[in-house]
């Protein structure tokens, strides 16, 4: 499995961004699908995650702001990224974990290479 994300950039506080993750190698369905970040000095953190049957799971910190989506046909993941703040500056990362359901805590087996995301106040 293969993945690649893109979509990140700079936006000032406020503003909008979608990161886009494509699969490869594999049954996309077949996977939990998340949604990670790490910035500066800091751990990698969960930020959402949605399982083969599209339910989904959000950190406290970006609910209600996030939204995880995945479109099958296309073997693609999404995060709808609105209200963004400074704090939500760092690199963003797309997992995948082989199994049916899966939380923000469960461990993911392929990563993508991370695409940054930059918020300016």
């Known amino acids: 499995v293969q993945l690649v994300e893109s979509g990140g950039g700079s936006v000032q506080s406020g503003g909008s961004l979608r990161l886009s993750c494509t699969f490869s190698?594999?049954?996309?369905?077949?996977?939990?699908m998340g949604w990670f970040r790490q910035a500066p000095g800091k751990e990698r953190e969960g930020v959402a995650t949605?399982?083969?049957?599209?339910?989904?799971r959000y950190a406290d910190s970006v609910k209600g702001r996030f939204t995880i989506s995945q479109d099958n046909a296309k073997n693609t993941l999404y995060l709808q990224m609105n209200s963004l703040k400074p704090e939500d500056t760092a690199m963003y990362y797309c997992?995948?974990?082989?199994?049916?359901?899966?939380?923000?805590?469960?461990?993911?087996?392929?990563w993508g290479q991370g695409t940054q995301v930059t918020v300016s106040s």
């Open positions: 949605i399982n083969t049957l599209s339910h989904t």
């Open positions: 997992a995948s974990s082989y199994r049916l359901l899966c939380d923000l805590r469960d461990p993911f087996s392929v």
């Open positions: 190698g594999g049954t996309y369905a077949s996977y939990c």
